[in-house]
Structures are given as structure tokens and as C-alpha cells.
């Protein structure tokens, strides 16, 4: 009976190893399989040399972007808002009509300045609605009237003389003749002179004609520049004087950069210099051009004004912060990449490069950024390349160079 537990006894061992030993081996096989199943195929991507390239010397400085030009628009003559078409944000151009006066008034005063302008023309002898207002005094009806009473009294006095001198006459018809001459005389210098006053009358009606036409014409209200409106200051209906204020427009492009330079920096910068600009909240960079420079030095805070036109591609607003570096030599080299080239996460920049066909990350440190590059302190080294437009590659994962 011991004889028959002993044999049993072996082969449940026998029967436990050969168990245990398929288990393991069916273990090995799915683990390798799952390993073989998280293998990806390689990304492609594209790389970019880091090279030295001419970035500048330049000199910070914060300040603020203000409109190019602002101006307040309004009336020029009196009247009720009949229309206004523009309101805040409206983007306007120079010579469009933002507003309309009610002109039936000057409408009337029109056709009063044209019916006293051909009044002053007839009493001249013109046709009324001709355009020509020249006139020879001598040719008209008043002035050659009082020209043949002139001659008629002329001969009378001629002839009352030769009368008294062969004594046919008294000499008392001769002073009667003379006097008649004199105020025949005078009567036609008062008629040269009254058509003196009509032409004068009649520039004077032609000026009040244009005066209308320009107050009818007045009653549309013109942006003067090309803008936006910053402020809609009356409404439909409102009776303005003349004069009243009826929007405000500012001109957006380009903007107005105005910096203050430190004095120990002042004497490297100069008109003509370009401005890299950057405001909060965007990535871009803007180019801009030194255009004047404060003519003395701030004695409170020992800095020198500066400003500069910076083209605005329509982001950029007036009142905005903004850093400014001005390039006071473009000469000097720097370690440089393309902006696509850099990632940012947590604060913190980096660069992945390829190494041994995997993609590798390397933190760097930034200095100053163009429109396609940005300067490498440190972190990088000049030859390297660099993958741009990474996205969301990791570091670790298999990449393949692609031209």
C-alpha cells in the first residue's frame, strides 16, 4: 500500500512542472506580442539648419502705439441730422459721407443767390443765365443816355458862345447853355459810376451764389482721412450748430510708436533705424521705422523721446503697450532659428532635434525675435538642425528626415 502512494505522488509533481512550464511559456509569448504591438512607424518630419545669421545690435525700450492721426469730424453749417450712416468700429474712407444735414433750407437759398445774380445781370444788359460777366461801361443804355445829353449840351454851349461873340444873343443864354453842360457833364460820370456799382453788385451776387451752392454742398459731412470711428458723438434727428462735433475717426495704418530711449543709449539711435515691435497676447512681430527724435533729453527721467511708424496689418490698436527694439546695427551676427522651429510649454522653450533616428528635446533660452527667426542664447549649438513644425512630436519617438 506505501509501494502505490509513492509512484502517484511522482506523477502529480511530473504533471504540476509541465503545467507551470506552459503557462510561463504562453506568458513570454503574449508579453512579446504586446511589445511587437506598440511599435509605431517612423514620422517624417523636416529639419532646419541653426546657422548665424546678421540679427543687429539693438536697444530696448517699452512704450505705447497711438493713432497715426485723430480728428473730430463735424458740421460746417447748422441744421437737423437728416442721416448718419457710420457708428463705433465703422471703418470709413477718405471723401465718404458719414452724415447728412437737412438742405431744403439751403436749397432755397441756392435759387434766392441765382435770381438775385440774374437781376444784376440784366441791369447790366446780360442775358440772366450767362457765365460771362464781363461788361464795357460805355456800351451800355445808362452810360450812352447820359453820353448824348452830354454832346447835346456841348453843342448848345459851343453855339450859345459863337452866338454871344457876334452878338445875336445876350451873354445871360450863354451861362444858361455852360451850366446845362456841367450837369449834363455830371449826370454822365454819375451813370459811368452807376455801372461801376452794378458790376460790383454783380461780382457780389455771383459770390453769395457760390456761398449757397457751398453751404448746400456742406450739408453732407466727409470723412477727411482714411479710418475707423473711434466715437459716434450725435444721432438722427438732433439739431446741431454750426460747428458741432459729429464722430471721431483715427487713422489705424500706419500706427504711431512712442519710446522712451535711456540717455546713456540715446547717441546710437538715429531716424531711419528699424523697429521690431511685439504687444501682449501676439505672437507677431512688427516692423516699423524710427521717424523723429525728441530734440532734448527729459531732465526728470533722463530719457529722450522717440517715435516710430509701425504698419499695422489690422491687429494692432492705438493705446496698446508695446516693446520695442530698435536695431542700432545690423551688422553683428547671432545664433538663430525659425520661429516654427520652437515649442513652448509651462513657460519653458525648447527645441527637439534628431538623434540616432529619435526625436530628442533640448531646452534653450531666447533673446531677441524677427518676423522668421528668433536669437539662441543658449542651449544649441550652431550646425545642429532642428525639426520645424514639430506639433505634438515626442521626444523619444522614431522620425524620418525628409527634404
Given at each position: 500500500?506505501?509501494?502505490?502512494?509513492?509512484?502517484?505522488?511522482?506523477?502529480?509533481?511530473?504533471?504540476?512542472?509541465?503545467?507551470?512550464?506552459?503557462?510561463?511559456?504562453?506568458?513570454?509569448?503574449?508579453?512579446?506580442?504586446?511589445?511587437?504591438?506598440?511599435?509605431?512607424?517612423?514620422?517624417?518630419?523636416?529639419?532646419?539648419?541653426?546657422?548665424?545669421?546678421?540679427?543687429?545690435?539693438?536697444?530696448?525700450?517699452?512704450?505705447?502705439?497711438?493713432?497715426?492721426?485723430?480728428?473730430?469730424?463735424?458740421?460746417?453749417?447748422?441744421?437737423?441730422?437728416?442721416?448718419?450712416?457710420?457708428?463705433?468700429?465703422?471703418?470709413?474712407?477718405?471723401?465718404?459721407?458719414?452724415?447728412?444735414?437737412?438742405?431744403?433750407?439751403?436749397?432755397?437759398?441756392?435759387?434766392?443767390?441765382?435770381?438775385?445774380?440774374?437781376?444784376?445781370?440784366?441791369r447790366l444788359g446780360l442775358a440772366p443765365d450767362g457765365t460771362d460777366d464781363?461788361?464795357?461801361?460805355?456800351?451800355?443804355?445808362?452810360?450812352?443816355?447820359?453820353?448824348?445829353?452830354?454832346?447835346?449840351?456841348?453843342?448848345?454851349?459851343?453855339?450859345?458862345?459863337?452866338?454871344?461873340?457876334?452878338?445875336?444873343?445876350?451873354?445871360?443864354?450863354?451861362?444858361?447853355?455852360?451850366?446845362?453842360?456841367?450837369?449834363?457833364?455830371?449826370?454822365?460820370?454819375?451813370?459811368?459810376?452807376?455801372?461801376?456799382?452794378?458790376?460790383?453788385?454783380?461780382?457780389?451776387?455771383?459770390?453769395?451764389?457760390?456761398?449757397?451752392?457751398?453751404?448746400?454742398?456742406?450739408?453732407?459731412?466727409?470723412?477727411?482721412?482714411?479710418?475707423?470711428?473711434?466715437?459716434?458723438?450725435?444721432?438722427?434727428?438732433?439739431?446741431?450748430?454750426?460747428?458741432?462735433?459729429?464722430?471721431?475717426?483715427?487713422?489705424?495704418?500706419?500706427?504711431?510708436?512712442?519710446?522712451?530711449?535711456?540717455?546713456?543709449?540715446?547717441?546710437?539711435?538715429?531716424?531711419?533705424?528699424?523697429?521690431?515691435?511685439?504687444?501682449?497676447?501676439?505672437?507677431?512681430?512688427?516692423?516699423?521705422?524710427?521717424?523723429?527724435?525728441?530734440?532734448?533729453?527729459?531732465?526728470?527721467?533722463?530719457?529722450?523721446?522717440?517715435?516710430?511708424?509701425?504698419?499695422?496689418?489690422?491687429?494692432?490698436?492705438?493705446?496698446?503697450?508695446?516693446?520695442?527694439?530698435?536695431?542700432?546695427n545690423d551688422a553683428k551676427m547671432a545664433v538663430t532659428v525659425p520661429n516654427?522651429?520652437?515649442?513652448?510649454?509651462?513657460?519653458?522653450?525648447?527645441?527637439?532635434?534628431?538623434?540616432?533616428?529619435?526625436?530628442?528635446?533640448?531646452?534653450?533660452?531666447?533673446?531677441?525675435?524677427?518676423?522668421?527667426?528668433?536669437?539662441?542664447?543658449?542651449?544649441?549649438?550652431?550646425?545642429?538642425?532642428?525639426?520645424?513644425?514639430?506639433?505634438?512630436?515626442?521626444?523619444?519617438?522614431?522620425?524620418?528626415?525628409?527634404?
Open positions: 500500500m506505501f509501494q502505490t502512494r509513492i509512484p502517484l505522488l511522482g506523477v502529480s509533481l511530473l504533471l504540476a512542472a509541465l503545467f507551470l512550464t506552459s503557462c510561463k511559456s504562453d506568458y513570454q509569448a503574449s508579453t512579446r506580442q504586446e511589445r511587437g504591438g506598440d511599435s509605431r512607424p517612423a514620422r517624417q518630419v523636416k529639419t532646419a539648419v541653426v546657422s548665424e545669421t546678421p540679427f543687429g545690435e539693438t536697444v530696448t525700450a517699452n512704450g505705447t502705439l497711438a493713432a497715426y492721426d485723430q480728428t473730430t469730424v463735424s458740421v460746417k453749417v447748422p441744421g437737423r441730422v437728416r442721416m448718419i450712416n457710420v457708428d463705433l468700429g465703422s471703418v470709413v474712407s477718405r471723401g465718404q459721407v458719414i452724415a447728412l444735414v437737412d438742405s431744403e433750407d439751403y436749397r432755397l437759398r441756392v435759387q434766392q443767390a441765382e435770381a438775385s445774380l440774374a437781376q444784376a445781370r440784366a464781363r461788361v464795357d461801361p460805355e456800351q451800355t443804355a445808362t452810360v450812352r443816355q447820359a453820353r448824348a445829353v452830354l454832346d447835346e449840351a456841348r453843342h448848345n454851349r459851343d453855339r450859345a458862345a459863337r452866338l454871344v461873340e457876334q452878338g445875336v444873343i445876350a451873354k445871360a443864354e450863354f451861362e444858361t447853355a455852360t451850366a446845362t453842360f456841367k450837369v449834363a457833364e455830371g449826370r454822365y460820370q454819375d451813370a459811368y459810376e452807376e455801372i461801376r456799382n452794378r458790376q460790383g453788385i454783380l461780382a457780389q451776387r455771383r459770390s453769395e451764389l457760390a456761398l449757397a451752392r457751398q453751404q448746400l454742398k456742406d450739408t453732407a459731412v466727409v470723412a477727411p482721412l482714411d479710418g475707423i470711428v473711434q466715437e459716434k458723438l450725435t444721432s438722427i434727428g438732433e439739431f446741431l450748430a454750426a460747428g458741432a462735433p459729429v464722430v471721431n475717426i483715427v487713422r489705424m495704418d500706419p500706427l504711431r510708436l512712442r519710446a522712451e530711449i535711456p540717455e546713456r543709449e540715446s547717441q546710437t539711435v538715429r531716424t531711419g533705424q528699424d523697429v521690431r515691435v511685439n504687444v501682449e497676447g501676439d505672437p507677431n512681430v512688427y516692423v516699423g521705422k524710427i521717424m523723429r527724435l525728441s530734440p532734448v533729453i527729459a531732465e526728470q527721467n533722463r530719457m529722450l523721446v522717440v517715435e516710430a511708424d509701425v504698419r499695422n496689418n489690422g491687429k494692432l490698436r492705438p493705446g496698446s503697450f508695446a516693446h520695442a527694439e530698435i536695431v542700432t516654427n522651429a520652437i515649442v513652448t510649454f509651462a513657460g519653458i522653450e525648447k527645441v527637439i532635434v534628431v538623434q540616432n533616428g529619435k526625436a530628442f528635446e533640448k531646452p534653450i533660452t531666447t533673446g531677441r525675435r524677427s518676423t522668421d527667426f528668433t536669437e539662441i542664447v543658449a542651449g544649441i549649438s550652431v550646425g545642429e538642425k532642428v525639426i520645424v513644425d514639430p506639433g505634438n512630436l515626442q521626444s523619444g519617438q522614431a522620425v524620418e528626415v525628409v527634404d
